[in-house]
Every structure is written in C-alpha cells, then in structure tokens.
C-alpha cells in the first residue's frame, strides 16, 4: 500500500520539510510545484500527522502565515527511508579494473559514506532540536561514545517503530474517525461559503399550543464552525498522544538495543539522563503502576 509520504507531490513536499521548516510560499519557490498542488499537498500530510504547523510569521502585508515542519512521526517516516550504504560492503577486485581504480572507488564511496553521515547527523540534530527531542539533540554526543554504529541503530529502529505503530489501535481509529470528521466538516463549511444564499440566517418556528412560535434565527455557518472548533480540539488532543507514544516508543527501543553497551570514555550526560527517566515514568505509570495498585487491593491486611 503507498502511504502518502511515497506519493509524488506529497514526497515532495515532504522531502524539502525535512531540509528545514517553511511557509507554503516558500514551499512554492523551492519546489516550483503551482500552489494549489502545494495546498494539497500539505493538506494530505497534514491530516496523517506527518507534518504540523511549527511557527507562524508576518507576511509583507501583514498576513500570518504559517511555518510547517515535520512531526515525530513524519521524522520516523524520513529515516525509514534514508539509505546509508557502507562502503566495506563492496564488492572484491574486478579483473576488468586495476588496484589504483579499485582504490579510487573505495576512497570515492568511503567519501560519500561520510557525506551521508554528515547529512543523517545534521537531520537529527536539526529535528531534535525543532522538536526538543533529547536523543535527537545529543546525536553527535551518542555518536562519539558508540561509534558510526548509532546511525545504523538509529535508521533500524526507526524501522521497527514504523512497523509497530505504537500509537493503540484503538486510539488511532478515534484519530481517524475525528479526522474524517474534521474533513467533512471543512468541506461542508467551503460549500457554505460558496453559496450566498445558504449562508443567510434561516428562521426556525416551533408550534405551541397549536400555534406557531418564532425562535431565534439559525446560522448554519456558526454552527458548522462550532462544530468544527470542537472537533479540532479534540483532534488536536489525541494527536499531543500519539506524538507522546511515538517519541517514547523510540526512546524504549533504543534503550533495548544500548542498555547492554558501554560506549566509550565518560557516558556522564544530565540531559539524556533525564530523558531516560521521563521514558522509565512514562511506562511505569501506563503498565506498573496499575498492576501495583491492583496487587494492593488483594493485599493481606495489616494485624
């Protein structure tokens, strides 16, 4: 099944978000797709949570504009795509070619391996810190003590958690749901507004008593925003969830993968530390504690 992110405007988009955060005209200007295609585009990886809105600015005329950027998710969905080819992955000595070829090839890849780290470092570190995202943030730190290794750890987990989707089914259905929701609501809301005649307020009559009473007047575009306002709020709560469960579904898997090494030199870093109990407090209290609690209930009692 294509997701969005493999779509082609859409992977577009995506792939220029993931360079740095923009505003739809600068998105324009850097992909030379026509705006509309842009709009929709963002429209798409907006409603799968793969980007989000980071910032607004001032336009020149004084309109806001708003700043998009990758989600955790859309960062999960980047690196599960980022190629990393080792260059002692090469194959032997060809007869067609001679040591001092073989040798150029091997420094050319060995070159471009390193340009590959460079660019995976500097996504991470940008992303982590757009999304204050401790693991991200010490990615040359955690580099330094583990090796070119972490980067290959890095891509595989990210792997692993898109596979996974660590977000409940249960809760992701309720994202989907409010999300068609949201969508249909948006349309019906432009629909509206093309049509003059139904956006006048309509006069709504009741009977009492056998006779008719006036009541207020209805206005049917108050309404759907009303409505609309309300689902985004609630939209807006699951998806503060969702990105909750993906950064610490990461976070637990590369504690998995590295509790077990001892990296290199001084491992002392307060800020991973930190983060590291954050993710043990979080699962704690999602599968500990009720199971703690539980076994207090069925607990001898005291005397």
Do not use: C
């Amino acid at each position: 099944m294509v997701t969005i992110v493999e779509m082609k405007n859409p992977r577009i988009i995506f792939e220029a978000l993931a360079v740095r955060p923009m505003t739809k005209w600068e998105l324009k200007q850097e992909t030379k797709l026509e705006y509309p295609r842009v709009h929709e585009a963002i429209s798409l990886l907006e409603s799968e949570h793969y980007v989000k809105v980071l910032d607004t600015v001032p336009s020149k005329k004084g309109r806001e504009m708003k700043i998009y950027g990758l989600t955790f998710k859309g960062v999960i969905a980047y690196l599960e795509r980022f190629s990393l080819r080792h260059p002692d992955l090469l194959v032997p000595l060809s007869a067609e070619e001679t040591l001092e070829e073989y040798q150029a090839k091997r420094e050319k890849d060995k070159e471009e391996y390193r340009k590959k780290l460079e660019q995976l470092a500097q996504f991470l570190e940008t992303q982590g810190k757009l999304l204050d995202y401790p693991l991200f943030k010490e990615t040359r730190w955690l580099a330094e003590h583990y090796g070119d290794a972490f980067f290959d750890d890095v891509l595989d987990i990210a792997r692993l958690i898109g596979a996974l989707q660590p977000f409940p089914s249960g809760a992701k259905q309720l994202l989907n749901q409010l999300q068609k929701q949201v969508d249909e609501l948006k349309k019906e809301k432009w629909m509206l507004l093309r049509d003059p005649e139904a956006k006048r307020k309509i006069r709504v009559t009741v009977a009492e008593d056998g006779k008719l009473a006036e009541t207020d007047h209805f206005d049917p575009l108050e309404n759907i925003n009303e409505e609309l306002e309300e689902s985004e709020k609630q939209l807006e709560t699951l998806h503060v969830q969702e990105d909750k469960w993906w950064r610490m579904g990461f976070a637990m898997r590369f504690a998995e993968r590295f509790q077990h090494l001892k990296g290199k030199g001084n491992m002392h870093n307060m800020v991973l530390h930190k983060f590291f109990r954050e993710v043990a407090d979080f699962y704690r209290r999602l599968e500990v504690e009720p199971s703690e609690n539980m076994a207090k209930i069925f607990e001898s009692p005291s005397g």
